[in-house]
Every structure is written in C-alpha cells, then in structure tokens.
C-alpha cells in the first residue's frame, strides 16, 4: 500500500495537459481508449471491496501500525498494469490531481453542428483543461485557438471563457431552466491583440498618461494595459439603451481601469461631467447575437456587461457601437482591464511548454522565394523577380494535372468530375451553406486576416466562393470555372492564374496574396463532437 501510495505521489507530476494528453493519444499502456465513452469519467479506480474493507479497518488506528504494514504487505497489488514505473511518465494532472477534489460534476458541451459530448469532471477542471481534452478525443491539431464559449440562449448574448477560467464556477451563474450552453469551437482573435495591438486599438480611441507623446509601438502598448500603474483610457461615441424603455442613446463614453463611465457633457472628461456605469470584478463582457432583432440596436454590432449573478436580461448594461474595429477595441479593452497580466500568462504558456518540447512547424517568416531552374537551387532576394516567379507558378499549375497517377499508376489528365469532389474531403470546404451563414461562421472564428473558408454558390450552381476575412470585414470572391481543350480550370482572375481542382487554388493563395487582399491563413472547420 506505501508503494502504490509513493507511486501516486510521483504521477502528480508537473507539465500541460496538452503534453500529457497527446501520450494518451499515442496509446501507450493501452491508456488511449479510456476517453470513448460517451460519459467520460475522470476519477482514479476504486479499491477492491476486501482492500476498502482492511483500509476502513485500520485507517487512523494507531495500535495496529505493525499489523497494517504486515498487511499491506500480504495483500497483492490489485492493478498490477496500472501501478508500474512507466506510468509516472504517462498519466498527467489531466487526472491524479482532481482526483484529491471528491466533487466532480457533469457538464455538456456543444460543437457548431449542435452535437454535443457529456463529461464528468473535477470542480476545478478550468476551460483549458476541457479544450485540451477535446483536442485530444477529436484529434484535433492543437493550435492554441480552441476555446470554450458561454453561449445564453434566452438572453441571446455569449463571450469567450478564458483559459484559466473555472468551468463549473461560470455554470453555476446559469439558471435552471434556460437553455445555456457551453461551446467548442475555434477563436482566431482570442489573443491576436498581444500580437498586433495597434490594429484592435485604434489611435483616435486610445489616451494614454505618459510621457510618449502619443506615440507608442506595439510592445509599448500592450505593456501600458498590462502595467498595473499605468493610466490608459478608451473612449469614443456608443449607443445605449435606456433602463426601461425601448429607446437607443447615443452618448460619449470613458473606459478606465475603474470602471465604465459616460459624459452628461458631450466628449468632457471632467470627473464633475463623468457617470459611472459600471466595473468588473464582478460582471463580464459579451456580445450580442442578435441585437437588432432582440434588443432594438441600431447596428449589429453590439456588446453588454453583465453581473455574475444576474439572470436576465433587466441587469444588461446593454451598448452598440457603429463597425466591428469599434466594438473589439472596447470588448478586448475591457477583457485586459479586468484580467490584465493573466491574459497574457493564459497567451504565452502554450508558447512555453512548445520552447520547451520544440515541434518543426512552417510560418510565413520561413517561406523564402527559390529558383531551381539551373543545375543548383539558389534563393530569390530580388523582389520583383521573385513576384515574376510566383506569377509563372501560378499559371503553371494546371500542367502538374498531366503528373496525376490513375489507379494503375500511369499519368492520366484528372477528369472533370474529380475535379468538381476532391475538394468537398477538405475542412476549409463547406457543402451547401448560404452568404450569411459563412458570414457568421467567420465571425464566431475570429476576424483577424486570412480567416477563409470555400463553398458553394448559392446565386451560380456551377460556380464556388471564397469567403475571406481582411481589416475585420468579410469578402465574398467568386471562383469561376472555365474550359479549355475540353479540360475544366478554376480561376479567381478572369483566367490569369488557372488551377485544375479548388485544392491547387488553397495551397496556392496560402503562399501568395494575388488578387486577394491578404493571404489565406486560418480555415474555418467544423467538428462533429
């Protein structure tokens, strides 16, 4: 029993759950299958009924100290298989430390296509720890923008748990009868603001107390709302919703480490002129689902703030800005202002943990321009040449069709038909959705640039589009077939550049802009839980 006891000790090791998890996946010591269940239970095995018996014997007697040890000795270990030296090297704190919590809960979370998985969990399981798991069931490749999302059916308003967030802490707000909901799904943006701050945080919202004289890089302002001492405001016109009544307000409003303020003044800042609204240490941000519909809001892009403990609706401080760059600057201000330093620890330990088990990966810094015309390759620096070249690759693109084995492994010209379905395999591909639903679809992913997903035309059967997403709008770019030479082409540009099936056209336009205003970076996928 020491020795089961001393080997528990040692699995409480340190490192991610995401570390730890991708061992499981590997299938070492058959430890792979133990997530297949529907209800996923997370608590260590139970003792064999006549070793609980022997324990609830002897446990705390101090007189029978000898006898328990000789005991303990006699008595075999019951789990062999699960209790050796490797497993200290396998099993993570995805278990053994929520085994020590005798609480565990049951929640259900949801994917976009509305499946849904139940597991039973820890009361300290946090929504990292959940994300990770379902990276690990789905096998899913973890870039660090899965997330959990709080979705409020009746109330229509949902946001971003972040990572370090305790999931049952944030169901316990829930009521009983509602339909709330937890997600799981893919957030581009979730820390794109540490990376490119200037763009979420526009220079005619941003009032800084330092001695930079407006002007700051991107460090120095993430830095200014990370720095506890520091002094920056947002501010700038929103609407409001009047408390009790159906009337919008526009009015001029002050961010601040303390709170929310608004002017009864037009754009005055004097603290005689200024109205607290609210503050945060109890209250969360979210945004609107359907403001114009369910609210009355003027514009679709509208935001609250609502207590932890508030229920409904009558609590939300509700708000609506005039465009998206609008409303992100005041919902990640706001996220920064309440969670500050956490943020970033949340953005940079996935980073930390990467350094320390390095993986080869390909980002666009890597990607160098090569000639390997002549008898040696050499690198293009020039950067005309190398747009001349990226051109000329592109139009020879449908020549490597004529390289494509057929079955007998003999080259063949891809039929037509092929050409219409191979893509239909890929994630960035979704079959049959309408302009609005891509649109939606984007926007729940992230508007950061390069966020893309493909479909079908609605307006064209016969056609597809590119639905992209650049300076936090979505464009909509129609690919247009052609035939040539009874062989079928794909193009974005009126012919320019042709490719023989929509997978050529990806992999081309995720290496060069062209007609696009921006890269494509990150697809949108849907995962069926």
Request: charged share 25%.
């Given at each position: 029993m020491n020795d089961m006891n001393n080997t528990l000790k040692d699995l409480n090791t340190s490192g991610s759950l995401g570390e730890k998890a991708a061992v499981f996946q590997s299938g070492r010591n058959n430890a792979s299958g133990f997530l297949s269940a529907p209800l996923i239970p997370l608590r260590a095995p139970l003792l064999p009924p006549k070793l609980q018996d022997k324990a609830a014997l002897y446990k705390g007697n101090r007189k029978h100290e000898k006898h328990e040890e000789m005991l303990e000795a006699s008595i075999p270990n019951p789990f062999p298989e699960l209790f050796t030296s490797t497993v200290s090297s396998i099993v993570s704190e995805c278990l053994l430390p929520w085994t020590k919590k005798s609480k565990t809960q049951v929640i259900k979370v949801y994917s976009?296509?509305?499946?849904?998985?139940?597991?039973?969990?820890?009361?300290?399981?946090?929504?990292?720890?959940?994300?990770?798991?379902?990276?690990?069931?789905?096998?899913?490749?973890?870039?660090?923008?899965?997330?959990?999302?709080?979705?409020?059916?009746?109330?229509?308003?949902?946001?971003?748990?972040?990572?370090?967030?305790?999931?049952?802490?944030?169901?316990?707000?829930?009521?009983?009868?509602?339909?709330?909901?937890?997600?799981?799904?893919?957030?581009?943006?979730?820390?794109?603001?540490?990376?490119?701050?200037?763009?979420?945080?526009?220079?005619?919202?941003?009032?800084?107390?330092?001695?930079?004289?407006?002007?700051?890089?991107?460090?120095?302002?993430?830095?200014?709302?990370?720095?506890?001492?520091?002094?920056?405001?947002?501010?700038?016109?929103?609407?409001?919703?009047?408390?009790?009544?159906?009337?919008?307000?526009?009015?001029?409003?002050?961010?601040?480490?303390?709170?929310?303020?608004?002017?009864?003044?037009?754009?005055?800042?004097?603290?005689?002129?200024?109205?607290?609204?609210?503050?945060?240490?109890?209250?969360?941000?979210?945004?609107?689902?359907?403001?114009?519909?369910?609210?009355?809001?003027?514009?679709?892009?509208?935001?609250?703030?609502?207590?932890?403990?508030?229920?409904?609706?009558?609590?939300?401080?509700?708000?609506?800005?005039?465009?998206?760059?609008?409303?992100?600057?005041?919902?990640?201000?706001?996220?920064?202002?309440?969670?500050?330093?956490q943020l970033y620890q949340n953005f940079i330990q996935p980073h930390q943990k990467q350094k320390a088990s390095p993986v080869r990966s390909i980002s666009e810094n890597s990607l160098v321009a090569m000639d390997f015309s002549g008898h040696k390759s050499r690198v293009i620096e020039n950067p005309t040449e190398a747009l001349s070249v990226a051109v000329e690759e592109g139009l020879s693109w449908r020549r490597k069709s004529c390289l494509r084995l057929n079955p007998h492994g003999c080259p063949s010209t891809q039929s037509s038909t092929s050409n219409l379905v191979i893509h239909r395999t890929h994630p960035w591909f979704h079959h049959n959705i309408s302009r609005d639903e891509a649109h939606k679809l984007i926007a729940q992913q992230g508007l950061i640039d390069g966020v893309f997903l493909l479909r079908d035309s609605q307006s064209n059967p016969k056609t597809f589009v590119l639905s992209l997403c650049h300076a936090q709008k979505i464009k909509h770019f129609q690919i247009v077939p052609l035939e040539e030479d009874g062989e079928l082409f794909f193009t974005l540009d009126d012919g320019h550049t042709r490719f023989t099936d929509l997978i050529q056209l990806v992999e081309f336009y995720q290496l060069n802009k062209g007609v696009l205003p921006c890269k494509l970076k990150h697809h949108c996928a849907r995962i069926a839980l």
């Open positions: 976009e296509d509305d499946t849904s998985r139940a597991l039973e969990v820890p009361s300290d399981i946090t929504a990292r720890d959940v994300c990770q798991l379902f990276i690990l069931k789905n096998h899913c490749i973890d870039d660090h923008s899965w997330t959990l999302f709080e979705h409020l059916a009746l109330i229509g308003i949902e946001r971003t748990i972040e990572d370090h967030e305790s999931v049952i802490e944030v169901q316990s707000s829930w009521g009983m009868e509602t339909d709330d909901r937890l997600y799981f799904r893919k957030n581009y943006a979730k820390y794109e603001f540490f990376k490119k701050p200037l763009d979420f945080f526009p220079e005619h919202m941003v009032s800084i107390s330092s001695e930079t004289n407006g002007i700051l890089n991107h460090s120095q302002l993430v830095q200014t709302f990370l720095n506890a001492g520091s002094c920056p405001e947002i501010h700038g016109f929103l609407h409001a919703k009047e408390q009790g009544k159906k009337t919008w307000k526009k009015m001029y409003f002050v961010l601040r480490r303390s709170g929310l303020y608004l002017s009864n003044k037009g754009t005055s800042k004097e603290p005689r002129h200024l109205q607290f609204v609210t503050e945060f240490s109890d209250s969360d941000v979210y945004t609107l689902l359907a403001g114009r519909k369910k609210y009355g809001a003027p514009t679709d892009y509208g935001f609250c703030i609502k207590h932890n403990q508030s229920g409904g609706a009558r609590g939300l401080k509700l708000l609506c800005a005039d465009e998206e760059q609008i409303r992100t600057c005041w919902v990640t201000a706001i996220r920064l202002f309440k969670y500050g330093m």
